[in-house]
């Protein structure tokens, strides 16, 4: 899409006005000007469906990356590659006639689903997004489609199937992850500069969603699929083709989860249409990065994907420079969950179907962390108190219950709680030992500090819960000075 089209279509369209649309869903804004489109956002505001309510409150996620990328595990001919190892076949010291062999030796026979499943249950994901195809094109389930598939290794069984039976008995729901981009594939381009490009690019939209119906097809109790890959130049002036694909899968999956990072609009803009309004049923933007402030997620529901190490998704053999902690992580989780979003932590098993001692260790640890605290996790979002240094309010929205999830003590022991106006705090107490009661004590109006003693505070956040309550206008009969 090129900025003076876009530019154009603005002006032209400036004067279309679809001030009903602006007008009846955003009643609080101005009304303003809006860019006429056929394939922009479909919905304002969030979803409030059940099936989104519950990839709502999901709060924690896997991600699982895996592929025949787990063989090479970031080195080629004794050379390390620097990037992501799933992104080794596009490294000029690869030849790409090697990686496209690779399936020749994927032979994961230490591949156990139920443990995988179990596993992600200890650490208390309530949802797992696996790529069933990567850039590289190799798919983990058998295709009618490509012989690039898990079909054609030795192992030759599907590994798709077995990964949602197994997820689902643990009460997991499964997301597929698939690239729209995909290197083996004959019609692909990134670019469409000549005819013979449009028309290779044809068979390749065919390919597509030939692939994208048949995951849906067999395997029918997918929640959603996370698409990637979208960023080209040929798949931005693809706006009818995705819309309409789009709603294929709507149709096929009543209630399907499908995030930002799928279609195009009319001008080729992604995530946010022309007029900025968000496609799909959340933001798919947050890659390895968080929002700081509730302002920054647009009133949007969203998702957060994390690797471990800096830029690791897949299998790699060695893990340079910083990994991530499980108190980062958790920090990270309940960030997320405070910010109205879910948190995704990604794990690269390798070529063998195992997870690396550094993934498991993390899944004990978040594990049990989340086995401790987790009523401040699930089911939690976003409460409107101002934000304080010790780390992160969440709230309950059905119970409407309130936690302090502290990560940073002050070392006076002082956690600083600042009400909006009208609101008393009458109590806190510890999430694990409601017994503990800590006297709030009143320094200003609407301000509080909580006194925790610092010595009880060391290793692992923790969790206080906060009953409070609404006082009248006059700030008289409701209103009882807490008793120190
Ligand atoms: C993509 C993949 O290339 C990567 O291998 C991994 O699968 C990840 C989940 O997704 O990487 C991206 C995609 C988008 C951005 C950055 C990396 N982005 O929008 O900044």
Redesign the pocket.
């Known amino acids: 899409m090129s900025l003076r089209r876009f530019v154009l279509g603005t002006l032209l369209l400036l004067s279309v006005i679809s001030a009903e649309k602006v007008q009846a869903q955003i009643p609080h804004s101005q009304p303003r000007s809006s860019v006429a489109l056929d394939h922009g956002s479909h919905r304002l505001g969030r979803r409030t469906d059940q099936m989104m309510e519950r990839w709502r409150n999901y709060g924690l996620g896997q991600f699982i ?1 895996w592929g025949v990328y787990s063989i090479t595990a970031g080195r080629w001919d004794g050379k390390d590659y620097p990037g ?1 190892s ?2 080794i076949r596009s490294w000029s010291e690869m030849p790409k006639e090697a990686y496209d062999q690779l399936y020749q030796q994927f032979n994961p026979d230490r591949f156990d689903p139920k443990s995988w499943a179990k596993q992600a249950k200890t650490m208390g994901a309530k949802y797992m997004i696996i790529t069933t195809k ?2 590289d094109g190799f798919c983990l389930w058998p295709s009618k489609y490509t012989k690039y598939d898990i079909a054609s290794t030795p192992y030759k069984q599907d590994l798709i199937g077995p990964m949602v039976e197994a997820y689902e008995a643990e009460g997991i729901d499964v997301y597929l992850y698939f690239s729209v981009m995909d290197w083996n594939h004959p019609g692909f381009r990134t670019e469409l500069k000549t005819s013979k490009d449009r028309e290779a690019y044809e068979e390749f939209k065919t390919f597509t969603r030939n692939q994208i119906l048949e995951l849906l097809e067999r395997y029918p109790n997918t929640k959603g699929i996370w698409f ?2 979208t ?1 080209d130049a040929a798949w931005k002036e693809q706006a009818v083709f995705a819309d309409k694909l789009e709603t294929e899968m709507r149709e096929m999956i009543p209630g399907i989860i499908i995030g930002s990072r799928f279609r195009p609009d009319d001008y080729g803009n992604r995530h946010f249409d022309s007029n900025g309004d968000l496609m799909g049923d959340y933001e798919q ?1 947050w ?1 390895r990065k968080l929002p700081k402030t509730i302002e920054e997620v647009k009133g949007n529901d969203w998702d957060c ?1 994390m690797t471990v190490p800096e830029n690791q ?1 897949g299998y790699h053999y060695d893990w340079k420079g910083h990994v991530k902690s499980s108190f980062e992580l958790i920090e990270m989780l309940v960030r997320s969950v405070s910010l109205d979003g879910n948190f995704v932590l990604n794990f690269g098993p390798d070529r063998y179907g195992e997870f690396r001692q550094e993934e498991r260790k993390l899944f004990a640890e978040i594990g049990d962390w989340m086995e401790a605290n987790q009523e401040a996790v699930y089911d939690c979002g976003y409460l409107n108190w101002e934000k304080q240094d010790w780390g992160y309010y969440t709230q309950d929205r059905n119970t409407g219950k309130i936690y302090m999830v502290v990560f940073n003590m002050p070392i006076n022991g002082a956690l600083r709680v600042k009400t909006p106006e009208k609101v008393q705090l009458d109590k806190v107490y510890g999430l694990k030992d409601p017994s503990k009661v800590y006297v709030p004590e009143e320094i200003h109006k609407d301000e509080y500090f909580v006194h925790y003693p610092v010595e009880k505070s060391s290793g692992s956040p923790f969790v206080l819960v906060i009953e409070s309550s609404l006082v009248d206008k006059e700030g008289g009969k409701a209103y009882q000075k807490p008793k120190t």
């Open positions: 990356h992501a799933s992104w990567h850039h990637d890959g960023w933007g890659e994907v998704w």
